[in-house]
């Protein structure tokens, strides 16, 4: 057997993907305020300290009522003893016929029965109010508890902490959480080839997408990365790798790490005590892709190395970058896989691909159709690209054909 992608020693993308799951380990906890907790991840469930609402409150402006019985007929009167608004306490106990002005959120008096909304209340002379609809038992009442118990859980270990959730616990009263502690990252750009002016295309240079690339995606993620550009010398390499290894806890790294005789990442950090756990995959694009770890005393840093090409490198941040980082926060590193369907031929191939595709909703499916160059130095159809699609190895495919893929950030 022979040609691209039938070489011995290639793993497929299930197993590299299970390789990093078992190496990967969680890092360290450290307390944050929940304010400054925006897409970390927690180390153990967060209770209640309070039950939520605190104490029984009106919802509405208007009226807290002490009744004999319900429901209150329209033409009822009751004295007004005072007022509450949020964020005072009534020094009064409501007695039968009597009522207080109180404010959404204010703290129902004791006695009280009901609250009549403002809407429903005519004002008297001599602080007396009439109901203009009738009324029934504990109407507009917010109960203490009804929300949340105290000691209940309120997020779960291992959950991502988003805006809506960042307000939820303050407003519980929860002030500080424990969370995995956040990976410090270095990336390495590799190469020679990189054009820093336009003047420079003509001596065989091109433009560098890949360190913008993955400043743009570090950033969207909120990352705390580094970025090193290192030329294709073993002596330079071996010095930053021997550097960083010590520094951070996930190295990132394009280009040189196939056969040619400048791709020195992999035996550069083999000869640095890292040790290998995979080197190949077999998929379109990305096929060189070698992960390993070095562990010491003080942390353990992994090495992902990545191809030179620039979609080769968005695809494996898509999938791959964001599993290491996942189980580095603790949780699961399985890609979120959603099912999309094929809406033409597809040819087959002797690696396992990830297609740039556009994906959209119809009759309630999601749909998606290849893009034109695919190539692994290509970019240009990520202008219109929302989905990466799987596509198995050696099979014919049909439209209408169910595969796996991701959606693209």
Request: proline share 4%; charged share 20%.
């Amino acid at each position: 057997m022979s040609g691209c992608g039938a070489e011995h020693g290639l793993i497929s993308i299930d197993q590299a993907l299970a390789l990093i799951a078992q190496t990967v380990q969680p890092l360290g906890r450290e307390p944050v305020s929940v304010e400054q907790a925006l897409q970390r991840i927690l180390v153990d469930d967060v209770h209640a300290p309070v039950a939520l609402p605190i104490f029984s409150q009106s919802a509405v402006d208007g009226y807290a009522l002490a009744a004999a019985r319900h429901p209150i007929d329209a033409g009822q009167c009751f004295q007004v003893m005072g007022e509450v608004r949020a964020g005072q306490v009534a020094d009064v106990v409501l007695e039968v016929g009597q009522a207080v002005r109180i404010f959404t959120g204010g703290k129902i008096p004791e006695g009280t029965t009901t609250v009549a909304r403002q809407e429903i209340v005519q004002l008297h002379v001599e602080q007396q109010i009439e109901l203009t609809d009738d009324l029934a038992k504990h109407a507009d009442i917010r109960d203490a508890g009804e929300e949340v118990q105290a000691g209940q859980v309120l997020a779960t270990q291992g959950q991502s902490l988003g805006v809506g959730a960042i307000a939820a616990l303050c407003m519980a009263g929860v002030q500080h959480v424990s969370v995995y502690r956040q990976a410090k990252i270095a990336v390495v750009v590799t190469g020679d080839e990189v054009a820093s002016h336009v003047d420079e295309l003509q001596q065989g240079k091109i433009f560098d997408a890949n360190t913008p690339m993955l400043k743009a995606w570090c950033q969207q993620h909120r990352l705390d990365a580094e970025f090193f550009l290192v030329a294709d010398q073993e002596t330079a390499l071996t010095e930053l790798l021997q550097d960083l290894k010590s520094r951070f806890d996930l190295i990132i790294t394009t280009g040189g790490v196939s056969v040619g005789d400048y791709d020195f990442v992999r035996p550069v950090a083999l000869n640095l005590g890292f040790q290998q756990v995979f080197w190949k995959v077999k998929q379109k694009p990305g096929k060189p892709m070698f992960f390993a770890h070095s562990q010491s005393a003080e942390r353990c840093c992994y090495l992902l190395g990545l191809p030179g090409n620039p979609a080769a490198v968005y695809v494996a941040l898509q999938v791959y970058v964001s599993s290491v980082l996942r189980g580095l926060a603790g949780q699961s590193i399985a890609p979120a896989w959603v099912s999309a369907v094929l809406q033409h031929d597809l040819k087959p191939d002797r690696r396992e691909r990830f297609l740039r595709m556009s994906a959209e909703i119809q009759q309630g499916q999601l749909q998606v159709t290849a893009l034109k160059k695919q190539q692994s130095h290509m970019l240009s159809n990520l202008f219109e690209s929302n989905f990466l699609l799987r596509v198995p190895t050696d099979t014919v495919l049909s439209a209408g054909t169910l595969l796996n893929g991701i959606y693209l950030d």
